[in-house]
């Protein structure tokens, strides 16, 4: 009898302890992404691309990738210079642009609180170890550029290692 009590009781602890920790409370979350509609133009045969996409699902927002032919052709009408192309653009309904392996959370973090006069966030080229870009636990540190109406551009955030991306 007391052994059945005792095993009865280490259960009820274990499913305390169980929703202890996956009962966080919410409102000290940040604001949902799931209803984050982004829109992700890449080319059909690229890989990384859909490891990002994978990578902005995973993070909650609702993506639809559309593979099209002429991705020039995108970048050119979200006015995305040269040198802060890279393999994929994204684009929110608000029209805010979000061009390569830009990490999910500093989306959001875009999202939630735009800077003034900012159009989107860039990653030029495909940084080694970026969202998508993972290979062997290898990482080269890179920045996150925002761009202005203006034109301008500059540091939104700097990825120094992998662990800060997530």
């Known amino acids: 009898m007391y052994r059945k009590f005792t095993l009865a009781a280490f259960g009820a602890l274990a499913l305390l302890a169980l929703a202890a920790c996956t009962d966080k409370p919410q409102a000290a979350a940040a604001p949902s992404t799931d209803t984050i509609q982004l829109t992700t133009y890449k080319s059909a045969s690229c890989g990384c691309c859909k490891l990002w996409v994978d990578h902005a699902k995973d993070s909650g927002f609702a993506v639809e990738a559309v593979d099209v032919a002429d991705l020039n052709a ?93």
């Open 74 to 166: 995108v970048k050119n009408q979200h006015r995305i210079e040269a040198e802060f192309q890279s393999c994929h653009t994204s684009v929110s309904e608000q029209g805010y642009v979000f061009e390569g392996h830009i990490p999910a959370k500093l989306i959001r973090q875009f999202l939630q609180n735009p800077p003034a006069d900012a159009r989107g966030l860039a990653v030029p080229a495909m940084p080694l170890g970026s969202p998508g870009m993972e290979y062997e636990n290898r990482f080269t540190p890179y920045q996150v550029w925002q761009l202005n109406g203006d034109g301008s551009q500059q540091v939104y955030a700097t990825i120094d290692s992998a662990r800060e991306q997530f």
